[in-house]
DNA sequence: CGGATTTGACCTGCGC
DNA sequence: GCGCAGGTCAAATCCG
């Protein structure tokens, strides 16, 4: 006779953590309080209990003696085929009973020790491959403000607007140090480039990181800060740009698609309903939300279902936070104001036309698994408006795309080591649950520290430097820890690209 | 009772 | 100028 799993029911388990032990703590605790009681138990006293020959849970209730019944539920806990004797067999003496139930009992424990100690093995190489893991993101945060300096170093050489000039040279340099190291992956390559620097390279990037906040102090931004910058003196290419750039900064929107069962995703924010609207074309009423964090903080967001997909959720924001935010909102927020600095940016000279095409070679060291991929600024949108896809669509990648859908391209690919899995990932609660977009749970920490880590290839530096993504790499891993809902992480770590992306077009 | 949500009315911008 | 659609307001209602 088999017990299946889906017999066990919670009072099972808590039945269970009460008579090991257990119950408190992480799994690795749970493990060890179960281990305690296999090697504790008494097996003497078991035998000269006087037990009928059955230990299911049907018959539990004819089965006074719990010790027996727990070890079962122990059992059926880890997966164990519990085997008894069938209802019909002849019954045998009194003491062939005890020897038979005694044999299948050890069996039993046997069996529970074997599987405990893959158990135990199992999160041993899973916390292993997080604190890998933690080390590569930290790793990789470091490469990337010696990258970042270079990379406006060269925008600054080349005048900054030959972007095709600059990904030559970032292509040059990925070559040379693919020869020099035999580097195989492309993340490789980006991370790498630092040990290519010179040392001359380096002291100039500390200077660069001071020039770097002047000529960007835009685009450097926190979420609370970007307004204050608006209100200081302008960069000059700020100042070469239209008197109404402000009003268009205010006008301009970041779109996020994700797949969601909740009613809105959650951004780290606090946001109040001020509305809702059946928007044409869409009979899915579109909700207006207004950030509550702070008294008069113009932030505005939309919440609404796709039409064509109702399981993905498509919230638009606009505006940027007076106030300081928690980490995964002030990287969701570093998205929006990044992401529009980039749009606004690049649309004002190439508007429509292609910012990464499949011709590029930064694309292509960057879009390895999208080679088709084209990237696009569209001015066609009321406002304008980026799109960020997180609805996952099999084998690609999140998406960044304008507006008109027109399009769209991957700039966030994974490395080779972190690649998004199907694995179940989310929260139950009344907000956002992901299913599109999952990272693989040997990505995170067994509960102790956020461990989500992908290797984002920067393609383009950002202004502020390793701290920065530090800091929204801390905000993702935090948020990972402190709120497993991995939409504000997922969003912490592309606003981090995006941000870098934004700054870069300046 | 206070904060959040709902919902109908109103405002505004845009195209014809 | 008119109508439409998107966006906002604010009173009513809900809920913990």
Not at 344 to 368: C, E, M, V, Y
Not at 397 to 408: A, E, G, H, V
Request: aromatic content about 4%; glycine content about 8%; overall charge negative.
């Amino acid at each position: 006779m088999e017990i299946s799993r889906d017999l066990i029911h919670e009072d099972d388990l808590q039945t269970t953590e009460r008579a090991t032990g257990g119950g408190s703590g992480d799994e690795g605790s749970k493990a060890a309080g179960m281990r305690g009681t296999v090697h504790e138990m008494d097996f003497f006293a078991m035998k000269e209990s006087s037990r009928p020959p059955t230990s299911t849970r049907m018959d539990r209730a004819r089965v006074p003696d719990l010790n027996l019944n727990k070890e079962v539920d122990l059992a059926m806990n880890i997966g164990l085929q519990v085997v008894t004797p069938a209802r019909d067999q002849a019954p045998m003496s009194p003491v062939g009973n005890k020897s038979v139930e005694i044999e299948l009992i050890g069996l039993n424990i046997i069996g529970m020790i074997e599987k405990l100690e893959e158990m135990r093995e199992e999160l041993a190489g899973a916390k292993e491959e997080n604190r890998r893991l933690r080390e590569s993101l930290s790793d990789v945060a470091d490469k990337y403000g010696s990258l970042r300096a270079h990379f406006m170093k060269l925008l600054q050489e080349r005048g900054g607007g030959k972007l095709h000039q600059v990904e030559d040279e970032v292509t040059r340099r990925s070559h040379q140090l693919e020869e020099e190291e035999g580097g195989s992956t492309v993340a490789r390559q980006f991370i790498d480039l630092r040990p290519a620097l010179s040392a001359k390279e380096e002291s100039h990037n500390t200077e660069l990181s001071t020039d770097d906040q002047d000529n960007s102090a835009h685009t450097n931004l926190d979420a609370g800060e970007m307004e204050v910058a608006a209100s200081q003196p302008k960069t000059t290419q700020q100042q070469q740009q239209s008197p109404d750039h402000e009003a268009t900064m205010k006008k301009a929107r970041v779109s996020v698609r994700a797949r969601s069962e909740a009613r809105m995703i959650n951004d780290g924010c606090h946001w109040r309903k001020y509305g809702q609207k059946i928007a044409k074309g869409n009979s899915c009423p579109r909700a207006y939300y207004r950030c509550t964090m702070a008294d008069g903080c113009p932030v505005r967001k939309q919440v609404q279902r796709c039409a064509e997909d109702r399981s993905v959720l498509i919230t638009t924001y606009e505006g940027t936070h007076n106030h300081p935010l928690p980490p995964a909102a002030a990287a969701m927020a570093r998205t929006t104001s990044a992401a529009v600095s980039m749009l606004l940016s690049g649309s004002t000279s190439t508007a429509d036309q292609p910012l990464l095409g499949s011709n590029s070679l930064l694309a292509k060291r960057t879009l390895p698994l999208s080679s088709a991929s084209v990237a696009m600024i569209s001015s066609s949108a009321p406002f304008p408006t980026i799109s960020l896809d997180l609805t996952g669509v099999p084998n690609s990648l999140p998406q960044w795309r304008p507006s008109t859908n027109i399009d769209p391209f991957r700039v966030l690919p994974f490395s080779n080591g972190v690649a998004p899995s199907l694995a179940s990932f989310g929260h139950h609660d009344q907000q956002s649950h992901f299913s599109g977009l999952q990272m693989s749970t040997s990505c995170l920490t067994a509960g102790d520290e956020g461990g989500a880590t992908s290797e984002l290839l920067p393609m383009k530096p950002h202004p502020s430097g390793p701290r920065s993504l530090a800091e929204t790499v801390s905000a993702a891993t935090a948020a990972v820890a402190d709120d497993p809902n991995f939409t504000a992480v997922l969003s912490a770590a592309i606003s981090s690209f995006m941000n870098r992306e934004g700054d870069g077009r300046e």
